[in-house]
């Protein structure tokens, strides 16, 4: 499955974002998705991941109460909604595809990545 985040921008703090990330197949309900983050000089962090079915969700304690993860499956597309920008949320975002049920928390149990979404926040 190919992936395409986009979404975007620079913001100031406690703005907020939407991505996107959508995919090229039609069997995208058979997928969890994870968002991840990375910052300069940083590991990639699983920030926000998603079931196939949408049903259950998972959010890093960095982001728990700001940003939210949906999914329309009939547009093959996920969604991170991120509130309440900080400085700190500065990353480039990428999405995540893997085949299964439920979500995963590590990189490595994903298959297939976007090609990422720069966030920019200033203070």
């Known amino acids: 499955v190919q992936l395409q985040a986009s979404g975007g921008g620079l913001v100031q703090a406690g703005d907020s974002l939407r991505l996107s990330c959508a995919a090229s197949?039609?069997?995208?309900?058979?997928?969890?998705i994870g968002w991840f983050r990375q910052a300069p000089g940083k590991e990639r962090e699983l920030v926000a991941a998603i079931s196939r079915s949408g049903g259950s969700t998972y959010y890093s304690h960095s982001v728990n109460g700001r940003y939210s993860i949906s999914r329309d499956n009939a547009k093959n597309t996920v969604y991170l909604q991120m509130n309440s920008l900080k400085p700190e949320d500065t990353a480039v975002y990428y999405c995540?595809?893997?085949?299964?049920?439920?979500?995963?928390?590590?990189?490595?149990?994903?298959?297939?990545w976007g090609q990422g979404t720069v966030v920019t926040v200033s203070s």
């Open positions: 995540a595809a893997a085949q299964g049920s439920t979500y995963y928390l590590k990189p490595g149990s994903y298959a297939y």
């Open positions: 197949e039609r069997t995208f309900s058979n997928y969890a």
